[in-house]
């Protein structure tokens, strides 16, 4: 009796191919709209400069409807990563709990296959303080800084606010992975394991081990199948969670904020991958690897 399963379905590895193939351009892409947000801050500012006395010109009102168009082109891309990957986990969940396109260090940081929502909020807050301390003398005398260092009262107080509703979200999805996680060590599981373990005994003792070797086969399959099913619907969960809030928080900033907002984000997340990346090299190489 052989209680086993096709690598290619209970590892994923066409989905591992092929999703880690679409990760590679879409982190190549999030790079070029990088250096398109940074060039059009770096305008914006000059703008802004050249018409501080002047009444708003007809130049300005079309630098930010060019933001505007730049920002919903950025969260399109995010709504087109998170719909890709939907599409793949549906085929291999599992590749996307343990995936081949990021290091060892974004691994470590994960919050179920990928990053925590509310990570966008200790961003935001560590972007606003560096800004802060950047432009204090400008703040001091009056001066609209127009990053995130000139958050307005109402847009602290919406921030806040989504911050709560998104820890409550985040925390009810971590006790269902956490519940679902324990059925690992379920009645079903622990039984099932422990019929199929005397069936390897029995095959190895040097019996047939085919008594039931059929229908513990397609029992293996079906409970293993359930918790892939589990996963799937939190890893939705997760991120459309993730979506929402990048989302919401866009939503609250002026288009100059959002651009500043969307900045740090991809160079924390494009920066992580590279270190990440790096030190899994560097220790390949330290243990003889290729």
């Known amino acids: 009796m052989s209680v086993s399963l096709s690598p290619a379905n209970r590892n994923g590895t066409s989905e591992r191919e092929g999703f880690h193939k679409f990760f590679e351009c879409w982190l190549t892409e999030q790079n070029q709209f990088l250096q398109e947000l940074i060039a059009a801050s770096e305008q914006q500012n000059q703008s802004t400069d050249n018409n501080a006395s002047a009444a708003e010109s007809t130049d300005q009102v079309e630098n930010v409807a060019g933001l505007c168009s730049l920002i919903d082109r950025v969260i399109h891309h995010y709504e087109h990563y998170y719909r890709t990957k939907l599409h793949w986990a549906r085929r291999g969940v599992l590749s996307m709990f343990s995936p081949s396109w990021t290091s060892s260090l974004e691994d470590a940081l994960f919050w179920i296959g990928g990053w925590r929502p509310t990570m966008a909020f200790h961003l935001l807050y560590s972007k606003s303080g560096l800004q802060l301390e950047e432009r204090l003398a400008e703040l001091i005398r009056g001066l609209s800084t127009r990053d995130l260092a000139d958050l307005s009262q109402l847009q602290l107080t ?35 394991s422990h019929v199929v373990t005397e069936l390897i005994r029995e095959r190895e003792a040097g019996g047939d081990g085919s008594h039931g070797g059929g229908d513990e086969e397609e029992r293996v399959e079906s409970t293993l199948a359930q918790k892939e099913g589990g996963l799937e619907e939190l890893l939705e969960r997760a991120d459309d969670l993730r979506l929402r809030t990048l989302k919401a928080v866009i939503d609250i900033f002026t288009p100059n904020q ?15 991958h590279d270190w990440g990346k790096k030190r899994d090299a560097m220790q390949r190489h330290g243990n003889g690897g290729s």
């Open 258 to 272: 959002a651009v500043h907002f969307l900045i740090s984000a991809a160079e924390l997340h494009q920066r992580i």
């Open 158 to 192: 919406q921030v806040d606010a989504l911050q709560r509703r998104t820890i409550v979200e985040e925390k009810e999805i971590t006790e269902k992975m956490a519940k679902h996680q324990a059925t690992a060590a379920d009645t079903s599981m622990v039984e099932l």
